[in-house]
């Protein structure tokens, strides 16, 4: 049952088919081969059930928050303002990418309009600066996936819906992973650029005046931050309600910079409706593909599989840390989230493993698979903006972060308090 579940999967993504078409064809398939009971009649329950969750309208919102920052030129702003600040650093504007994404990441929930909108911003300055091409375009792609660690995070509020845990806590806990893996991916520009100074580019010169001039660009994305995670932090709203917060401080800015205006809103409500309408038609198809292989008995099958391996915690941990690694190569990583969190999160926190720690490590193996090939989603936003030449530029260039993921995936194992330190600190 496992293995034809898995290649009908497989055959789909295979032929093309849309993500949420697959899994929601793959849902009806086992249902007509493996149950007695006509299970395609729940959709409709199903799709409710999920529509209806109250924590899943922060979705839309922090969208709309991307959007918003996107069009009215915030992100242009904090990057020209950051440029100044590392010119003299080995590979310079590299640095500028994964700081912007970094920060970009801490008012936007998505992984994908983090790479968008800094890639954007950034594209134009590779030929300017003489800088490995490929090389820049890994910087913007990895730096990219900070957009679901650091909060706010759509990808952990599908993780907490899916496991029934603590949103504020989850977010709290991708605070320090997320900057760690920021410094992380800064380091591995510093070191190629040492090992190989012709591709870190022409040094840049500025003065303090001009950083200091500068500076007022960097406050927006901390008052969207602040707004959001203080809000819920305070007490004084939820992780729902803080995403509105967050739009309303958006438009604050966006009218502050005079860039408010009825057609900027247009296009970003209507960039919302697009994304959006993608994310519940893949967690519906999610939701019911689910559905069906626990009544058909292929969760327990799973579960007793495993079991039967009589592997040790850190056993465990090794093989789902390689499962998703394999799987995130064919896979969207949302899609991926919803399709196997209900069957191997029970797994982990049954084998002594916290649900907040394993929500951080699966979303760096969710970040890990937005650059791995052939599926790897950022890897073809970066593409689309550079709209020239072949997609196995940035696949390289991407290939270091990829060691260095792995590596943030081996520390946070080790020391699982990098996760937990801050959440526990707040709660106490």
């Known amino acids: 049952m496992l293995w034809s579940a898995l290649a009908i999967l497989i055959g789909l993504l295979a032929f093309a088919v849309p993500v949420a078409a697959g899994l929601g064809v793959l849902g009806v398939v086992l249902s007509g081969l493996y149950s007695k009971l006509p299970l395609t009649l729940a959709i409709g329950e199903v799709a409710w059930a999920t529509s209806n969750n109250f924590l899943l309208v922060a979705i839309p919102f922090f969208v709309l928050l991307g959007e918003i920052l996107l069009r009215s030129g915030m992100a242009a702003r904090m990057y020209n303002a950051l440029v100044l600040w590392v010119p003299w650093l080995p590979g310079g504007l590299m640095h ?3 700081a912007a994404c970094a920060m970009f990441a801490a008012t936007s929930g998505s992984s994908v309009a983090t790479a968008a909108t800094i890639g954007t911003v950034a594209m134009a300055e590779i030929k300017k600066h003489g800088y490995s091409e490929r090389l820049f375009l890994g ?43 920021a410094s992380l991916f800064s380091l591995t520009v510093l070191l190629i650029c040492l090992l190989w100074p012709e591709m870190g580019g022409r040094r840049t010169s500025t003065d303090w005046k001009s950083r200091i001039r500068a500076l007022p660009d960097l ?26 917060l967050g739009v309303l ?10 860039s408010l205006n009825l057609r900027m809103l247009l296009h970003a409500f209507e960039g919302t409706m697009r994304t959006t309408a993608m994310i519940m038609a893949i967690l519906i198809a999610a939701y019911f593909l689910n559905f069906v292989i626990s009544s058909i008995g292929l969760t327990a099958q799973v579960n007793s599989a495993i079991t039967g391996l009589g592997l040790s915690p850190a056993g465990l941990l090794f093989a789902v840390i390689v499962f998703y690694l394999i799987l995130g190569c064919f896979m969207e990583t949302l899609s991926m989230m919803v399709a196997t969190v209900p069957i191997i999160a029970p797994i ?81």
């Open 96 to 98: 500028s990418n994964i």
């Open 348 to 428: 982990m926190i049954k084998a002594g493993f916290d649900p907040i720690w394993f929500g951080i490590l699966i979303v760096i193996l969710m970040e890990t698979a937005m650059i791995t090939p052939p599926v790897g989603i950022n890897l073809y936003v970066v593409q689309g903006l550079r709209k020239r030449g072949k997609i196995d530029d940035v696949i390289i260039g991407s290939a270091p972060f990829v060691v260095t993921m792995i590596l943030m995936l081996a520390v946070l194992s080790y020391w699982p308090q990098l996760a937990l330190w801050l959440p526990r600190v707040v709660s106490d």
């Open 139 to 181: 910087t913007i792609a990895a730096g990219g996936t900070l957009g679901i660690l650091i909060p706010p995070s759509i990808n952990l509020i599908v993780y907490g819906v899916l496991t029934d845990s603590s949103i504020p806590k989850l977010y709290l806990a991708g605070i320090i992973p997320g900057l760690v893996l």
């Open 219 to 244: 406050i927006p994305p901390l008052v969207i931050f602040i707004a959001v995670i203080g809000s819920i932090y305070a007490g004084l709203a939820t992780a729902t309600e803080s995403a509105a």
């Open 249 to 258: 401080a958006a438009l604050g800015v966006a009218a502050w910079h005079r």
